[in-house]
């Protein structure tokens, strides 16, 4: 039976990733409504054929991150908003969410570039290592080794990986 995890960076510029047990996987970026946020979440679902995966063996593992004393005011609210809008859409679509910090996720990817361009170019050489046919965006790298590393910890037990 297929398991299939799918994760969010919730920021404005962050994606969405679906990633099942059978190495299907699905990324897009962050809509910028909450209507086509719901919409992709529908299409994740459809893309993995909900009815023959019930709806126990998929879970949304969201990096749950903070505003941080120096973002304005404007831009914590708005990916506040996004936040609460990814979990309210899996909650409507009885989909578990789990949060995890960047921190945690990012450690099961050894050392890492401190600053935040690099990081970031860094986790898309990654994560296009991992998955070389998906076409892997600044955007949605995060959200595939989100993803990614909720899979593999959840299950590798499991199903005998690693």
Known sequence: MAKVVIGIDPGKSGGICAYSNDDA???M???SDAESMADSVRTMLNNFAIDRVPISEIIAIIENVHAFPTDSRSS?????????T??????????????VTPIIW???????PKEKAERKRYFKMLA????PDIKVTLKTADAILIARYYFEEQYKLEDGDK
Do not use: D, Q
């Not at 914590?76 to 609460?84: A, E, L, P, W």
């Not at 899996?90 to 578990?96: R, V």
């Open 25 to 27: 996987i699905k990324v």
């Open 29 to 31: 970026k962050c809509p």
């Open 76 to 84: 914590s609210f708005k990916f506040g908003t996004n936040f609460g």
């Open 86 to 99: 990814w979990l309210g859409i899996c909650a409507a679509n009885k989909i578990k969410v789990r949060k």
């Open 106 to 112: 990012m450690r099961k990817y050894g050392e890492y």
């Open 128 to 131: 296009s290592s991992y998955f």
